[in-house]
């Protein structure tokens, strides 16, 4: 398709400019490391459209892909765009470290090993973190955004998709015996359970859990 006739850019440039960021950018992965997974290649090359060419947001057409399924890990493939809209990750570890986190996970993949574990290496030596604790900010990163956006996570976040809520409680003691089916999350998922307080003389929150302790 040389002139993107039928689809919807006011400009027809803007697909051409952020196809030839995308497609450059797995030219240099390649370099780095022609196996790594498919998923961090795609979730890598549509965050450098953004990087590039910030005011195309091209990307957005992929987000609802991966942020209403958040239950799924981040490396899930659901044989849709699932794989484009985990650019969230990268925006997340860009925002909340600095890009060059990135440019460090590209580095350290050029060694052998899982995508995951690779940047858990990174996040540990170079960050302080681990993928663990990274998941976990994300997690939250993740509430606000759509109508949630506070303005203080995601720089585009008030534009992106509101991540869905499993389940919502407004009368206590509540036991919960599991996630909805359907929704139970994976390694590096999460779900949503909100807490309201309809004005009934609570002043906090008690949390417990009574269950396996490895899943």
């Known amino acids: 398709d040389n002139d993107y006739a039928g689809f919807p850019y006011p400009d027809p440039t803007d697909p051409m400019k952020v196809t030839v960021a995308h497609e450059f950018c797995h ?3 390649a370099a780095h490391d022609v196996g790594e997974d498919t998923w961090y290649k795609e979730c890598t090359s549509v ?11 091209d990307y957005t057409q992929y987000l609802s892909t991966f ?7 981040i490396d899930y493939h659901d ?25 460090d996970n590209w580095y350290q993949m050029e060694s052998s090993g899982q995508t995951l574990d690779m940047m858990d290496v990174v ?12 998941y976990e900010r994300f997690a939250v990163w993740c509430w606000f955004t759509g109508s949630r956006d506070d ?32 929704w139970e999350p994976d390694h590096y998922g999460c779900n949503y359970i909100q807490f309201n307080n309809t004005g009934g003389g ?6 417990t859990y009574d269950g396996p302790q490895l899943l």
């Open 79 to 103: 044989d849709n765009m699932r794989w484009y809209g985990s650019c969230v990750w990268n925006f997340f570890l860009s925002e909340y470290f600095t890009p060059d986190i990135v440019v």
């Open 151 to 182: 303005g203080a996570h995601f720089e585009e976040g008030s534009t992106w998709t509101t991540t869905p809520i499993m389940r919502g409680h407004n009368s206590y003691p509540i036991a919960i015996g599991g996630p909805t089916p359907g």
């Open 67 to 73: 942020l209403n399924s958040l239950y799924r890990s």
């Open 27 to 29: 030219g240099i992965q």
């Open 123 to 134: 996040l540990t030596t170079l960050y302080g973190s681990s993928m663990e604790e990274a």
């Open 47 to 57: 965050w450098v459209e953004e990087q590039i060419y910030d005011s195309i947001n």
């Open 202 to 207: 609570y002043d906090g929150l008690l949390v």
